[in-house]
């Protein structure tokens, strides 16, 4: 069991209010990812949770129980960090067992947990080495191990794919979603990168200067943003914003468009612009857009074998149900 | 320092400080060898420049080398086991925040720039001074008898004093082993469930285990050839006579500069033993 719920939780650093009075609500199994920008307060958040921080005021509850004052070790749940916090001086084996050794675990089932663990891990020939003797994804997978042996009520993952390089990261990525899917134990994970929240969640909680400023599923985010900074955070590249008359004939004061929602053209459209780079990708390509009196530059996500280069005049013409209308205040208008 | 060339460039840069070494080293440890074979004593103008190993026999055959060594080593023995308990409690201390941190830091440090002449004085003169020292009006003023340390317990007395010196040193090492720390490694064990005390004993010791060799083996080398200490306090009586005092018994009280220089180089192979013993147990420690 594993359900989290977070009653006006307040916390302050002195006088810097991090995290403003915050509601949020965490299903049993959840996946949940806090996305945000650097600072936003995503760790802060996390680390209340935990129970590393105390809570300046309000309440968390786990499965119906009040923790707000309750040790970390006594919350029930397990921490993967940024930096791993492997104990550098015990072996893979010791590191897993840690946590094992200090609830006094009978030996035997110990060894049956750690077992279990590392074949689910693949850590199982790397049992008898250091931390130090192992690689970045490796070390990955031991803080992993050494959080799931304890069969907590829920996981608190905090950015720990950012010290990997790119291919680890969606390798691990994928690793740690299918690791939910098997144990279906309720997981919150931290991180800036909108790509890992949109492709692992079940639940994003978007975050800025400690306010939630929109909680829903992926899709929900990505075609419903509440606001601009939702709008503008999610999606890959970013949402083309428009202002001023064009904004005016949707009878909004601003409208987004996303890149792959344009259709560009070499003979007619609603806009004429130059391109600037095109970038080939091979599935896609993206043509970044200039001069077309509206904005600075119009990014267009289109096909793999379009022929436009640089210089060549293009059209567009945005697709016209999938249009996002803003208000003066940056609210999304229905 | 890759290339042929920079290394040459080095070597050159090094030289003086090598020289230097070779001769403020070298030149004494010769002339005490030289002096070791002979019997040579100034005062009843005896020269005889080789007499064999009698000055190393005699030396090591007489009473007092056996019991000098044991002293030695229980003084060693007692400086480190209080200057490593209490460096490393002093160092988890200080590394807690707190009102005038810079401030108490230099306080803690301030023993080791007193000189040991003088710091041994002051203990002796203020504080275990029978008739006036700061400890007998403790002692009286909660009705106890006035305790002379330096005659009832003088190798006590003496390790204290040393200790006093060589805290700040310790404490320096540790302060910046603890500091150096990663702080998500002790958050991670308490989430792991282990309380304060395994939290000092799984995860800060271990991380401390290297500061604290280095900090056995330097103060070893210096803690064997402590002198000062010992002649303004108890002059070597009572017990205190390490092997260093025992030396310079021979040479300057008994005028045998012969024997006190066997005494000598005996002292030297003793320390490079102990500090190979020393690094054998500990210096695991030291790779990885
Ligand atoms: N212990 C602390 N003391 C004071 N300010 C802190 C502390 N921890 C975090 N902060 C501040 O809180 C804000 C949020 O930090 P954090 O939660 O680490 O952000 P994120 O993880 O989203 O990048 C930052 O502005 C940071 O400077
Ligand atoms: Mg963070």
Same mark, same amino acid.
């Given at each position: 069991m594993g359900r989290i719920v977070l009653k006006g939780v307040r916390k302050a650093f002195g006088d810097v209010e991090?995290? +403003? +009075?915050l509601d949020l609500e965490i299903e049993d199994g959840e996946f949940v990812v806090f996305v945000g920008p650097s600072g936003c307060g995503k760790s802060t958040l996390l680390r209340l949770i935990a129970g590393l921080e105390d809570v300046s005021s309000g309440d968390i509850e786990i499965d119906e129980r009040n923790v707000s004052t309750v040790s970390p070790a006594k919350r029930g749940l397990a921490m993967v960090f940024q930096s791993y916090a492997l104990y550098p001086h015990m072996s893979v084996r010791k590191n897993i067992a840690f946590p094992l050794r200090m609830s006094k675990m009978d030996k035997a089932e110990q060894d049956k947990r750690i077992a279990h663990a590392a074949s689910i891990l693949n850590l199982t020939d790397y049992l008898?080495?250091? +931390?130090?003797? %192992?690689?970045g994804g490796q070390r990955q997978r031991v803080a992993i191990g050494r959080a799931i042996v304890r069969e907590p009520a829920a996981f608190l993952f905090d950015e720990p794919l950012s010290n990997l390089d790119a291919a680890l990261r969606h390798g691990m990525r994928v690793e740690i979603g299918e690791l939910h899917k098997d144990l279906a134990t309720t997981m919150i994970y931290v991180t800036h990168d909108q790509i890992e929240a949109m492709t692992m969640a079940d639940k994003i909680v978007v975050l800025r200067a400690g306010y939630i400023e929109q909680v829903g599923s992926p899709l929900e985010l990505y075609h419903k943003p509440r606001n601009l900074f939702v709008a503008g955070f999610i999606g890959s590249p970013t949402m083309n914003l428009f202002e001023g008359a064009t904004a005016a004939e949707h009878g909004a004061h601003t409208i987004g468009v996303r890149p792959e929602h344009l259709v560009p053209s070499k003979t007619e459209g609603l806009w004429k612009g130059r391109v600037g780079l095109s970038e080939h990708l091979g599935s896609d390509t993206f043509l970044h857009i200039?001069? /077309?009196? %509206? /904005?600075e530059t119009i990014t267009v996500r289109a096909g793999g074998d379009i022929d436009l280069h640089h210089n060549d005049t293009v059209y567009l013409t945005p697709e016209a149900d999938k249009i996002h209308r803003f208000d003066a205040q940056g609210l999304r208008i229905a | 320092m890759a290339t042929a060339h920079s290394k040459s460039a080095a070597r050159i840069m090094i030289a003086p400080a090598v020289f230097v070494l070779l001769v403020w080293m070298l030149i004494p440890l010769l002339m005490t060898l030289y002096f070791s074979f002979a019997d040579y004593r100034p005062l009843r103008g005896t020269f005889d420049a080789w007499i064999g190993f009698d000055n190393y026999v005699r030396f090591l055959t007489s009473s007092s080398f056996m019991s000098a060594l044991i002293t030695t080593l229980w003084m060693v023995a007692g400086i480190l086991s209080i200057t490593i308990i209490g460096g490393v409690l002093l160092a988890l201390l200080l590394d807690q925040p707190m009102y005038g941190q810079g401030f108490v830091r230099i306080l803690v440090i301030a023993p080791f720039f007193v000189m040991p002449t003088v710091s041994a004085l002051v203990w002796k003169n203020m504080f275990f001074n029978v008739d006036n020292g700061l400890f007998s009006y403790l002692f009286k003023g909660l009705g106890f008898q006035p305790y002379d340390f330096l005659s009832q317990s003088p190798l006590l007395s003496i390790i204290v004093i040393v200790a006093w010196q060589w805290l700040p040193f310790a404490t320096l090492i540790l302060l910046t082993a603890v500091q150096s720390l990663d702080s998500e490694q002790l958050e991670a064990a308490e989430m792991d469930g282990a309380p304060a005390l395994s939290r000092f004993r799984f995860i800060i010791l271990p991380h401390l285990s290297r500061a604290i060799t280095v900090v056995i083996l330097i103060q070893t080398i210096f803690l064997l050839s402590i002198f000062a200490e010992i002649f303004v306090t108890t002059n070597g009586a009572f017990g205190t006579r390490t092997l260093t005092y025992l030396v310079y018994q021979r040479v300057l009280e008994s005028q045998n500069v012969g024997l006190g220089s066997a005494g000598g180089i005996i002292a030297v192979i003793l320390a490079n033993v102990i500090a190979i013993f020393l690094m054998r147990i500990v210096g695991k420690n030291l790779d990885n």
């Amino acid at each position: 069991m594993g359900r989290i719920v977070l009653k006006g939780v307040r916390k302050a650093f002195g006088d810097v209010e991090v995290i +403003p +009075p915050l509601d949020l609500e965490i299903e049993d199994g959840e996946f949940v990812v806090f996305v945000g920008p650097s600072g936003c307060g995503k760790s802060t958040l996390l680390r209340l949770i935990a129970g590393l921080e105390d809570v300046s005021s309000g309440d968390i509850e786990i499965d119906e129980r009040n923790v707000s004052t309750v040790s970390p070790a006594k919350r029930g749940l397990a921490m993967v960090f940024q930096s791993y916090a492997l104990y550098p001086h015990m072996s893979v084996r010791k590191n897993i067992a840690f946590p094992l050794r200090m609830s006094k675990m009978d030996k035997a089932e110990q060894d049956k947990r750690i077992a279990h663990a590392a074949s689910i891990l693949n850590l199982t020939d790397y049992l008898e080495r250091r +931390p130090g003797q %192992l690689s970045g994804g490796q070390r990955q997978r031991v803080a992993i191990g050494r959080a799931i042996v304890r069969e907590p009520a829920a996981f608190l993952f905090d950015e720990p794919l950012s010290n990997l390089d790119a291919a680890l990261r969606h390798g691990m990525r994928v690793e740690i979603g299918e690791l939910h899917k098997d144990l279906a134990t309720t997981m919150i994970y931290v991180t800036h990168d909108q790509i890992e929240a949109m492709t692992m969640a079940d639940k994003i909680v978007v975050l800025r200067a400690g306010y939630i400023e929109q909680v829903g599923s992926p899709l929900e985010l990505y075609h419903k943003p509440r606001n601009l900074f939702v709008a503008g955070f999610i999606g890959s590249p970013t949402m083309n914003l428009f202002e001023g008359a064009t904004a005016a004939e949707h009878g909004a004061h601003t409208i987004g468009v996303r890149p792959e929602h344009l259709v560009p053209s070499k003979t007619e459209g609603l806009w004429k612009g130059r391109v600037g780079l095109s970038e080939h990708l091979g599935s896609d390509t993206f043509l970044h857009i200039h001069d /077309t009196g %509206l /904005t600075e530059t119009i990014t267009v996500r289109a096909g793999g074998d379009i022929d436009l280069h640089h210089n060549d005049t293009v059209y567009l013409t945005p697709e016209a149900d999938k249009i996002h209308r803003f208000d003066a205040q940056g609210l999304r208008i229905a | 320092m890759a290339t042929a060339h920079s290394k040459s460039a080095a070597r050159i840069m090094i030289a003086p400080a090598v020289f230097v070494l070779l001769v403020w080293m070298l030149i004494p440890l010769l002339m005490t060898l030289y002096f070791s074979f002979a019997d040579y004593r100034p005062l009843r103008g005896t020269f005889d420049a080789w007499i064999g190993f009698d000055n190393y026999v005699r030396f090591l055959t007489s009473s007092s080398f056996m019991s000098a060594l044991i002293t030695t080593l229980w003084m060693v023995a007692g400086i480190l086991s209080i200057t490593i308990i209490g460096g490393v409690l002093l160092a988890l201390l200080l590394d807690q925040p707190m009102y005038g941190q810079g401030f108490v830091r230099i306080l803690v440090i301030a023993p080791f720039f007193v000189m040991p002449t003088v710091s041994a004085l002051v203990w002796k003169n203020m504080f275990f001074n029978v008739d006036n020292g700061l400890f007998s009006y403790l002692f009286k003023g909660l009705g106890f008898q006035p305790y002379d340390f330096l005659s009832q317990s003088p190798l006590l007395s003496i390790i204290v004093i040393v200790a006093w010196q060589w805290l700040p040193f310790a404490t320096l090492i540790l302060l910046t082993a603890v500091q150096s720390l990663d702080s998500e490694q002790l958050e991670a064990a308490e989430m792991d469930g282990a309380p304060a005390l395994s939290r000092f004993r799984f995860i800060i010791l271990p991380h401390l285990s290297r500061a604290i060799t280095v900090v056995i083996l330097i103060q070893t080398i210096f803690l064997l050839s402590i002198f000062a200490e010992i002649f303004v306090t108890t002059n070597g009586a009572f017990g205190t006579r390490t092997l260093t005092y025992l030396v310079y018994q021979r040479v300057l009280e008994s005028q045998n500069v012969g024997l006190g220089s066997a005494g000598g180089i005996i002292a030297v192979i003793l320390a490079n033993v102990i500090a190979i013993f020393l690094m054998r147990i500990v210096g695991k420690n030291l790779d990885n």
